[in-house]
């Protein structure tokens, strides 16, 4: 018999033992009270027996004086007018004596009652004992059997869950480590063009790019008078005009499950000014709508979602927000916490003197995605941002908001060390955190993976956007950084020894995410407008070349990744 049950059943038995002794103390409270009863009763029968002595006595008394005094009539009548007064008073001590005694039967019957009542109970609680021990015994067998089903079901739970994450990490390594999709913007009110077609022409189709389908882009524009454009572009998904934002982030969740299973993971929109990438990664501007709420914020609930279906792998989240601003990398957390420029929202002027250099970043930890959605709203004041003839509200710099997922210290939970992914296990933890803001790396905690969210700012022509000054200065900065990014991808896609990862701070940042295991999703983000053909152009073949970097050997990429300190 197991230990478990041999305590078991001896609390049963001082537990039975203590009921029996409740009992017996019960029993022998009620004798006491029965021999108190007793004594009062005999007492009362002796003060009986002396009130019958006295009235003897008196009638006695009363018959001598009678005899002695047979002449005298007026004290005869008196004791035959006193005899009457004195039966009376015998009457009534008759009856308080019947009633005396009808009360003490009462209360003996009552307390003999109470006493078998008693040992009633004790004897049936002795008989109950068996069937209870016997029950208990019963119980724990179940129980012991329920409890080894339990850890049979969660071994198996657990080499179920170790089989989908490889069979899930199969998945989409065969989906490609670094996925393209490609999203077509929908015309809007300020494309003149489309204005003027459809005056021209309601049945024409608008814009110069299509969805052939769900994997082929089309760019067709006849030109007169010029040599017609007809090219066509696959990639892992392209999403029409149409399509919602739940329909683009619908491809983004497996990413996430990823993360959890230990992967760094990157997603980010690249594309020309205008085209939509702020849209697809934060949502609209407007409050109001909140039903298309961009990657950002569905990807922050789905990741504490995620976390919360299994709260036994201790896993925390914390942010940091940067951006890449004419090659600068600035902390807009540490920004955050001072006072907002004056100025309408969205369009704060930013400069070096609002902002601070980043080394190493401020981390902010999170509770929940209300809280993630918060922080990234509240840095967004400090963005940089510029009105252009292409878009009225331009970002100006490369948005990147990075949330890493760290596991406990280890001997927080015996379980924080199997909640590491294959690929992460034995990681120091990475991402040094600055040492005197909140969330900075605690003493012991492991990296369980990072999640880069990034929001790139938009290549533009200054023809077309028709910028000067510092506004121009930036253009340059922003295509000198896209151009290093393009350069990094083809380095890869070619499987060159040298990575040139330090062309740009932009991918520098983005160097543990563009190689090796991590899992990258480029949402290429165009225009269907006519005037905007050339960038169109040029952000497919961006993405057609970021596509070539899954097709090298295993491995190839990864191992070009891993030698940046070399350079």
């Not at 022409?201 to 082929?216: K, M, N, R, Y």
């Amino acid at each position: 018999m197991p230990a478990q049950d041999v305590a078991s059943q001896r609390r049963w038995g001082r537990i039975s033992e203590q009921r029996a002794g409740q009992l017996q103390r019960q029993v022998q409270a009620k004798e006491e009270r029965i021999v108190e009863l007793e004594t009062e009763n005999a007492v009362l029968h002796l003060r009986l027996a002396q009130y019958r002595g006295t009235s003897g006595k008196g009638a006695g008394a009363a018959t001598q004086l009678c005899s002695q005094c047979p002449e005298r009539e007026p004290p005869r009548r008196s004791a035959a007018l006193a005899a009457p007064q004195l039966w009376r008073r015998v009457q009534a001590l008759k009856q308080d004596t019947e009633a005396l005694r009808a009360s003490s039967l009462e209360v003996f019957r009552a307390c003999r009652e109470h006493l078998q009542d008693g040992l009633s109970e004790v004897v049936a609680a002795v008989q109950r004992a068996p069937l209870c021990h016997e029950a208990l015994l019963a119980w724990q067998s179940k129980a012991g059997r329920l409890e080894r089903s339990l850890q049979e079901v969660s071994a198996r739970y657990e080499l179920e869950r170790q089989k989908r994450k490889v069979l899930h990490n199969r998945l989409v390594e065969l989906k490609g480590n670094v996925r393209v999709h490609c999203r077509i913007r929908p015309p809007l009110p300020s494309d003149e063009e489309f204005d003027g077609q459809a005056s021209q022409d309601s049945s024409a189709p608008a814009g110069v790019v299509h969805a052939v389908d769900d994997e082929t882009v089309l760019v067709r524009w006849d030109r007169p008078a010029h040599r017609s454009i007809h090219k066509t572009y696959s990639f892992e998904r392209v999403y029409g005009p149409a399509e919602s934002q739940q329909v683009v982030f619908a491809d983004v969740c497996p990413l996430l499950t990823s993360l959890l299973d230990g992967y760094n993971v990157c997603i980010l929109a690249y594309g020309q000014t205008g085209c939509g990438k702020s849209y697809t990664m934060l949502g609209p501007l407007s409050k109001d709508e909140r039903g298309d709420l961009g990657i950002v914020p569905r990807a922050a609930g789905e990741l504490f979602r995620l976390i919360s279906e299994n709260p036994s792998r201790s896993l925390k989240v914390d942010v940091s927000i940067v951006e890449v601003y004419n090659d600068d990398i600035l902390d807009l957390l540490a920004n955050e916490r001072r006072p907002a420029v004056s100025g309408p929202p969205w369009e704060a002027p930013m400069t070096k003197a609002t902002k601070r250099e980043m080394s190493p970043p401020t981390r902010a930890p999170v509770r929940s995605a209300e809280d993630f959605i918060a922080l990234a709203a509240g840095s967004l004041r400090f963005q940089a941002r510029r009105a252009t003839r292409v878009h009225a509200r331009s970002s100006r710099s490369h948005l990147i908001i990075t949330a890493t997922v760290t596991a406990a210290p280890a001997g927080g939970s015996p379980e924080d060390g199997q909640s590491l992914g294959p690929r992460l296990q034995g990681r120091p933890a990475g991402g040094r955190a600055s040492p005197g803001p909140p969330g900075a790396q605690r003493v012991g905690e492991q990296v369980h993976a990072k999640l880069q969210l990034v929001d790139l700012a938009g290549s533009e022509c200054a023809g077309v956007s028709a910028v000067t000054g510092a506004a121009l200065r930036e253009t340059s900065f922003i295509n000198r950084s896209l151009a290093a990014l393009a350069d990094v991808l083809g380095a890869l896609a070619e499987h060159r020894d040298h990575i040139p990862y330090r062309n740009s701070q932009l991918t520098r940042v983005l160097q543990d995410v563009l190689g090796g295991d991590a899992k990258l999703l480029v949402i290429l983000c165009v225009s269907p407008c006519r005037k905007h053909v050339a960038e169109t152009l040029r952000v497919l073949g961006f993405g057609a070349q970021a596509r070539h970097v899954q097709r090298g050997p295993a491995g190839g990429g990864g191992a070009a990744a891993r030698k940046p300190r070399n350079q």
